[in-house]
C-alpha cells in the first residue's frame, strides 16, 4: 500500500493547508486561461433524463427515491452531459464555459491507492465553434491545463520547500495508436506506465476506437467525448488523458480525461458502434442530434489526485475523507500516517 521507504514530507495541518492551496491556485488558473465561469453543481439527478454518466458502462449509480415525487434520484456519477445542457440553456458564447466542484460516490469503484468510493473533480465545459473540432486545438487547450498544473506545482514549492519540482516543463503528445506499436506487448496499463517514466507528462491522444489489436486503449462512453473522428493520419479521436510519473509511487497517474465532444455525427456513429441506439430519444441525445445543445469541450480534473502528486502523498486517503476497509486503516496506523 505504501512504498517501503515512504514518509510524509508534510505534517497533518502541513497537507490540510496544502490541499487548499492546490485546489484555489489550479482552479484560478482554469478559470483565467479557459475562460471559466464557477457555478454550483449538483450532487443528484433524476433518473431517465440521459443526463447521469455512466462511466462506458462499468457503474452503477447509487440511487434513492423521495417522497414528494414518483421520479427515482440517483447520486452523480460525473457531470459531463449536464454540463453541456447548462451551457446551452444559458447561451455562454463561444470562448466561454464552466467549471464546477463536483463530488459524487462510485460505490463500485475498485479500490487502490489512487482510487475511492468518494470522488471529487473540477468538471470544466467550454462552448466552441465548428472550426475548432481538431486536434491542434484540443492541444491547445491541453497546454493551457499543462501550465495550470506548473503554475501550482511553483506556489506549493514556494509554500513548503521541502516538495521539490517534478514535472517537466512541457507536456507530450502521444496517439494510443502509436503508443500499441511502440509497446505492442504490453498492456495498455503497461504502455502508459513505460511512457510517462520516459517523458514525466504525456497527453494521450485518441481513447475509446479499436486500435490496430482490435481494442481500445480504454473504454469510452458513447455519448461524450468524440472518439470516432479522425483526428489525423487514419488514427481516430479528438480526445485523451493527460498522465503524469509520480515519483512517490513510481508509477503513471492520470489526472485528467478530457476531449472535444460529440456532435450529431459522431454521436450517432458511435452509439452504432456501442450498440446503444435506443438511447437517441433521450432528452440529452436528441438535443445533440438536432443541434440544440452546444459544440463543446470539457473534461474532469481529479482534485485528490493533484494533491496528492503535488503533496508528494503515497496515498489518496492522505489527501481526501472517504470509507475504506480495516486493513486499509491498519495500515495507515502501523506506518504512523493520518488517515483524512
Given at each position: 500500500m505504501f512504498p517501503k521507504d515512504y514518509k510524509p514530507k508534510l505534517s497533518y495541518f502541513e497537507t490540510q493547508k496544502g490541499i487548499k492551496l492546490v485546489r484555489e491556485t489550479f482552479e484560478k488558473g482554469m478559470r483565467e486561461r479557459l475562460s471559466l465561469q464557477k457555478i454550483t453543481a449538483p450532487i443528484f439527478l433524476k433518473t431517465g433524463t440521459g443526463l447521469q454518466d455512466d462511466l462506458a458502462g462499468t457503474q452503477v449509480p447509487v440511487g434513492f427515491d423521495l417522497s414528494f415525487t414518483e421520479a427515482s434520484i440517483e447520486i452523480v456519477q460525473a457531470l459531463t452531459k449536464w454540463k453541456r445542457q447548462v451551457l446551452g440553456k444559458h447561451e455562454f458564447d463561444v470562448g466561454t464555459g464552466l467549471i464546477v466542484d463536483m463530488k459524487g460516490i462510485r460505490k463500485d469503484e475498485e479500490l487502490s491507492e489512487i482510487h475511492s468510493i468518494f470522488v471529487d473533480q473540477w468538471d470544466w465545459e467550454r462552448v466552441i465553434s465548428r472550426k475548432d473540432r481538431k486536434l491542434s486545438f484540443l492541444k491547445n487547450v491541453v497546454r493551457k491545463i499543462y501550465l495550470s498544473i506548473l503554475d501550482t506545482e511553483k506556489v506549493i514549492e514556494s509554500e513548503f520547500p521541502a516538495l521539490t519540482p517534478s514535472l517537466p516543463k512541457r507536456i507530450k503528445f502521444i496517439h494510443t495508436q502509436d503508443l500499441e506499436r511502440m509497446f505492442p506487448d504490453s498492456t495498455p496499463k503497461q504502455?502508459?506506465?513505460?511512457?510517462?517514466?520516459?517523458?514525466?507528462?504525456?497527453?494521450?491522444?485518441?481513447?475509446?476506437?479499436?486500435?490496430?489489436?482490435?481494442?481500445?486503449?480504454?473504454?469510452?462512453?458513447?455519448?461524450?467525448?468524440?472518439?470516432?473522428?479522425?483526428?489525423?493520419?487514419?488514427?481516430?479521436?479528438?480526445?485523451?488523458?493527460?498522465?503524469?510519473?509520480?515519483?512517490?509511487?513510481?508509477?503513471?497517474?492520470?489526472?485528467?480525461?478530457?476531449?472535444?465532444?460529440?456532435?450529431?455525427?459522431?454521436?450517432?456513429?458511435?452509439?452504432?458502434?456501442?450498440?446503444?441506439?435506443?438511447?437517441?430519444?433521450?432528452?440529452?441525445?436528441?438535443?445533440?442530434?438536432?443541434?440544440?445543445?452546444?459544440?463543446?469541450?470539457?473534461?474532469?480534473?481529479?482534485?485528490?489526485?493533484?494533491?496528492?502528486?503535488?503533496?508528494?502523498?503515497?496515498?489518496?486517503?492522505?489527501?481526501?475523507?472517504?470509507?475504506?476497509?480495516?486493513?486499509?486503516?491498519?495500515?495507515?496506523?502501523?506506518?504512523?500516517?493520518?488517515?483524512?
Amino acid at each position: 500500500m505504501f512504498p517501503k521507504d515512504y514518509k510524509p514530507k508534510l505534517s497533518y495541518f502541513e497537507t490540510q493547508k496544502g490541499i487548499k492551496l492546490v485546489r484555489e491556485t489550479f482552479e484560478k488558473g482554469m478559470r483565467e486561461r479557459l475562460s471559466l465561469q464557477k457555478i454550483t453543481a449538483p450532487i443528484f439527478l433524476k433518473t431517465g433524463t440521459g443526463l447521469q454518466d455512466d462511466l462506458a458502462g462499468t457503474q452503477v449509480p447509487v440511487g434513492f427515491d423521495l417522497s414528494f415525487t414518483e421520479a427515482s434520484i440517483e447520486i452523480v456519477q460525473a457531470l459531463t452531459k449536464w454540463k453541456r445542457q447548462v451551457l446551452g440553456k444559458h447561451e455562454f458564447d463561444v470562448g466561454t464555459g464552466l467549471i464546477v466542484d463536483m463530488k459524487g460516490i462510485r460505490k463500485d469503484e475498485e479500490l487502490s491507492e489512487i482510487h475511492s468510493i468518494f470522488v471529487d473533480q473540477w468538471d470544466w465545459e467550454r462552448v466552441i465553434s465548428r472550426k475548432d473540432r481538431k486536434l491542434s486545438f484540443l492541444k491547445n487547450v491541453v497546454r493551457k491545463i499543462y501550465l495550470s498544473i506548473l503554475d501550482t506545482e511553483k506556489v506549493i514549492e514556494s509554500e513548503f520547500p521541502a516538495l521539490t519540482p517534478s514535472l517537466p516543463k512541457r507536456i507530450k503528445f502521444i496517439h494510443t495508436q502509436d503508443l500499441e506499436r511502440m509497446f505492442p506487448d504490453s498492456t495498455p496499463k503497461q504502455r502508459e506506465h513505460l511512457i510517462a517514466e520516459k517523458y514525466g507528462a504525456v497527453f494521450l491522444v485518441g481513447i475509446g476506437h479499436p486500435l490496430e489489436s482490435g481494442e481500445p486503449h480504454d473504454l469510452r462512453a458513447a455519448d461524450y467525448d468524440d472518439w470516432y473522428i479522425e483526428a489525423y493520419d487514419g488514427k481516430r479521436g479528438l480526445n485523451g488523458d493527460i498522465i503524469v510519473w509520480d515519483g512517490i509511487r513510481r508509477k503513471s497517474m492520470e489526472l485528467t480525461s478530457m476531449g472535444i465532444r460529440v456532435d450529431s455525427e459522431s454521436l450517432v456513429r458511435q452509439l452504432e458502434i456501442m450498440d446503444l441506439m435506443d438511447k437517441k430519444e433521450l432528452e440529452y441525445h436528441s438535443g445533440i442530434i438536432e443541434g440544440r445543445l452546444p459544440l463543446t469541450i470539457g473534461g474532469g480534473f481529479g482534485q485528490s489526485r493533484l494533491c496528492m502528486l503535488l503533496l508528494k502523498k503515497a496515498h489518496i486517503g492522505e489527501v481526501q475523507s472517504s470509507v475504506w476497509p480495516k486493513e486499509v486503516e491498519k495500515g495507515f496506523e502501523e506506518r504512523g500516517i493520518p488517515l483524512l
